[in-house]
Nanobody, 118 residues
Framework: VQLVESGGGLVQPGESLRLSCTVS????????IGWFRQAPGKGREGVGC????????DYADSVKGRFTISRDNANDTVYLQMNSLKPEDTGVYYC????????????WGQGTQVTVPS
């Protein structure tokens, strides 16, 4: 199982960014896909998850209404659409593959940096 994040960058507060998590074939058949982030000097936190059964779920309170997770089966990709970005959204964003949302991922991507200056 391989996961590759892309789409990070430097954006201004209030702007939008879409991250992609492209996974190896058949991964989406057997794993849910979660998005996580790690701010400088802090631990990794869950942002949200795409469940094979329930769709997007488990959004962190800090991103509800601003971030949306979607899945494109044809392209083996899960997206994290981030709108109205804030400086506190700065960090390295990772996607991970747990068996089910709410469990620790068994596989991780390498991460992509998102920076929103204050």
């Amino acid at each position: 199982v391989q996961l590759v994040e892309s789409g990070g960058g430097l954006v201004q507060p209030g702007e939008s960014l879409r991250l992609s998590c492209t996974v190896s074939k058949f991964t989406l058949d057997y794993f849910d896909i979660g998005w996580f982030r790690q701010a400088p000097g802090k631990g990794r936190e869950g942002v949200g998850c795409f469940s094979r059964e329930d769709g997007p779920t488990d959004y962190a309170d800090s991103v509800k209404g601003r971030f949306t997770i979607s899945r494109d089966n044809a392209n083996d990709t899960v997206y994290l659409q981030m709108n109205s970005l804030k400086p506190e959204d700065t960090g390295v964003y990772y996607c991970g593959a747990p068996r089910y949302c709410g469990y620790s991922p068994l596989y991780w991507g390498q991460g992509t940096q998102v920076t929103v200056p204050s």
